[in-house]
């Protein structure tokens, strides 16, 4: 269908359909002024001299796009209309590019034919384009400077490496700006309507006087309706006196300066102090929350065989308490799925007493269930009301709640007396029950938790790696962390996501290796996608630094996510551009009997427009993506890690080139 993924993916590739027509027009032109052919053979010389590395550009841009299409799970939609229209868009603008867009240029370009002639060793390269890449280069022309070059910029990006993997908060997906909240409380097992009321009330008090608030609905003792959260997260299910439910509709995103992520971490510690004193558990969530998880954190607790399930029990509030030392502030909602069911209190009947009353079963369960749950006696219609009025019997809030005035029921027996409940049997207690929760056929305890502030995977990995070795759980107790929660699906996305850029990483590698029959000149023009790495790592850091905010206590930083990688994997097959044709106009140059330090000043200054030229139609087709909250990730990572790698490719790639060739072709430099 045409939706939003579509529509990015035919956004982004809007700054990547004019690279080839932008490599093929500047060709041509430069040849056209030259003046060293006709126009119309300059401009059959032109497109022949640079289809190449067109052509193999669009084929790597290709090969770097179509392993998306066949990731599988949650990020498959996400992936699929970018798999299908980047290579789609690229290969027509390649046809293009190959065909009437020369003739477009001929047509308008050849009045300017010899414009250049005569002028010494311009080879169409503005003056000051030769001045500004002729100063940036003949440094690093010496071998010993080349070999300084290439040592910092390994060392920038093993730090970027490290500055990702340490210090850029991880996501599955960024949070979304909705116009709505959800609040979930839980009060301790045993409390009533009433006291759940109570704390209701106190919540939406402090509700009522925030701004951004539009309105609230809250459901006591019951699920609201049904939604994301109700199907994945099994809120429907949540219909305990003890529990409550309120749904918070915010003023529209174009109306408050927060989004609904930052509000949800200003409200979180002022509602908290509301229910600290009626020991409830409070949860803020967003809709949707995420990916579809049980908790944003779920850890899975198993036993030895052989162990009871109060012993899995015990192990998991074990648990519970090294993730409360392990953060106490930022792990929200520490709770386990298994409750115990509330107290009841079961009537014994003595059946010789009850047959000599001649009292059945069912009198006496009618009898209670009148008591406790109500009997509708009827309808009352009044005049000038449209709804009747309905007429139930049952006892006083008090009364039903008093054993006493329970067993004072009496109930007429077939023989016509009425009998007292007191002397058919007693009420004895019934013990609390707790469902036994079953995984792959193995007994578990889910604990669930909220990560608030934090990135998931960091407060995990303390909680595994720092306060488990510390304060080890019980023997006989193991704990599985990428099960049910939002751990194990970043994992597995970005496991796909990296085997996807593998797989494009070899795709393009091969196919180097095809158009210039060697390893070594194929690793070289490789070298400008791990570049890509200097400008993605460190600006996510500055942009923790310098955009992200602290609200209401609580850090909001700024993920590095999935779509984020997306970036990541399609920068592979754009900056490989700028390597190939930079490769081979250094190779012509030198072909043609050029020094090779020449040769590659030249060829980088020819090359310097077009180079530019396709970098900024691709970060100007990424910006509008910057202000969606979902795929921000993918246009940050294509614009900072294009630049990082346009700027050291024109610097890194005829360096290591340099290093490499021959003795006899640097020779002729002497």
């Not at 309507?193 to 509700?207: A, K």
């Not at 386990?336 to 010789?352: C, E, G, K, V």
């Not at 510390?470 to 023997?475: A, D, F, G, Y």
Request: glycine content about 8%; some cysteine.
């Amino acid at each position: 269908t045409l939706n939003r993924v579509t529509l990015f993916a035919l956004i982004l590739s809007l700054g990547l359909v004019v690279d080839d027509p932008i490599t093929n027009v500047d060709n041509v032109q430069r040849h056209i002024r030259l003046g060293r052919l006709s126009p119309r053979d300059a401009t059959l010389y032109a497109v022949k001299e640079v289809l190449p590395p067109v052509i193999m550009s669009t084929v790597a841009i290709i090969v770097s796009f179509t392993p998306m299409f066949f990731i599988s799970g949650m990020m498959g939609p996400y992936m699929g209309p970018m798999a299908i229209n980047v290579p789609l868009t690229v290969s027509f603008s390649t046809v293009c590019a190959l065909t009437f867009v020369p003739f477009l240029a001929l047509k308008l370009l050849q009045k300017r034919a010899g414009e250049l002639k005569g002028v010494e060793e311009s080879e169409g390269a503005p003056l000051w384009v030769r001045r500004l890449y002729g100063g940036m280069i003949r440094p690093f022309l010496r071998r010993s400077n080349a070999w300084l070059l290439i040592v910092v910029v390994l060392l920038l990006t093993c730090a970027s490496a490290l500055l990702m993997f340490f210090k850029v908060p991880l996501k599955m997906l960024p949070f979304d700006s909705r116009d709505e909240l959800q609040v979930l409380l839980k009060l301790p097992p045993g409390a009533t309507d009433e006291d759940t009321q109570r704390l209701v009330f106190e919540v939406e008090g402090f509700l009522a006087r925030q701004n951004e608030v539009l309105n609230y609905q809250s459901y006591v003792g019951l699920a609201s309706p049904i939604d994301f959260n109700g199907l994945v997260r099994h809120y429907r299910m949540r219909n305990g006196s003890n529990q409550a439910d309120i749904r918070i509709n915010l003023l529209p995103k174009a109306e408050r300066r927060m989004s609904s992520h930052d509000l949800a971490l200003r409200f979180r510690d002022p509602l908290n102090e509301l229910a600290e004193p009626y020991g409830a558990l409070l949860n803020i969530v967003e809709v949707p929350p995420g990916p579809p998880v049980l908790a944003t954190m779920t850890a899975e607790v198993y036993g030895e065989p052989g162990m009871s399930y109060e012993e899995l029990q015990a192990g998991a509030r074990e648990l519970q308490k090294r993730l409360h030392s392990s953060d106490a502030r930022h792990f929200a909602e520490i709770d386990t799925m298994n409750d115990y069911s509330p107290q009841r209190l079961i009537f014994q009947l003595d059946a010789d007493k009850a047959a000599l009353n001649g009292v059945a079963l069912g009198d006496i369960t009618q009898c209670l269930g009148a008591a406790l749950s109500g009997a509708h006696l009827g309808d009352l219609r009044l005049e000038g009301e449209r709804q009747p009025l309905n007429l139930v019997l049952r006892l006083s809030y008090e009364d039903r709640h008093s054993l006493e005035k329970l067993s004072e029921l009496t109930i007429k027996g077939r023989n016509g007396s009425a009998v007292p409940l007191a002397e058919l049997g007693r009420f004895v207690p019934a013990s609390a029950e707790l469902p036994i929760m079953h995984k792959n056929l193995e007994r578990v305890v889910f604990v669930t938790a909220e990560c608030v502030g934090r990135a998931p995977g960091e407060m995990i990995l303390q909680t595994q790696f720092q306060t488990l070795k510390k304060e080890p759980l019980p023997e006989g107790i193991s704990v599985k962390w990428a099960g049910e929660g939002e751990w194990e699906i970043t994992l597995r996305v970005f496991r796909d996501l990296g085997l996807a850029f593998a797989v494009a990483l070899a795709g393009i590698f091969l196919l180097l290796i095809v158009q210039t029959s060697s390893i070594s000149l194929s690793l070289v023009m490789m070298c400008a996608i791990p570049l890509t790495i200097i400008g993605i790592a460190p600006v996510f850091w500055l942009l923790n630094l310098l955009a992200g905010s602290e609200v209401g206590g609580y850090s909001s930083p700024i993920f590095f996510t999935a779509t984020g990688m997306i970036g990541m994997i399609a920068l592979g097959g754009i900056v490989i551009r700028n390597a190939i044709v930079l490769i081979e106009f250094i190779e012509e140059n030198v072909a043609r009997g050029e020094p090779l330090r020449k040769a590659i000043s030249e060829a980088g200054a020819v090359r310097f427009r077009p180079i530019m030229l396709t970098a900024i139609t691709t970060l100007m087709g990424a910006w509008p993506i910057t202000l969606d909250p979902i795929f921000s990730g993918l246009a940050w990572a294509l614009i900072f890690g294009l630049l990082a790698s346009t700027f050291f490719t024109m610097l890194v790639i005829p360096s290591i080139y340099l290093l490499l060739a021959k003795e006899n072709v640097d020779s002729k430099a002497g």
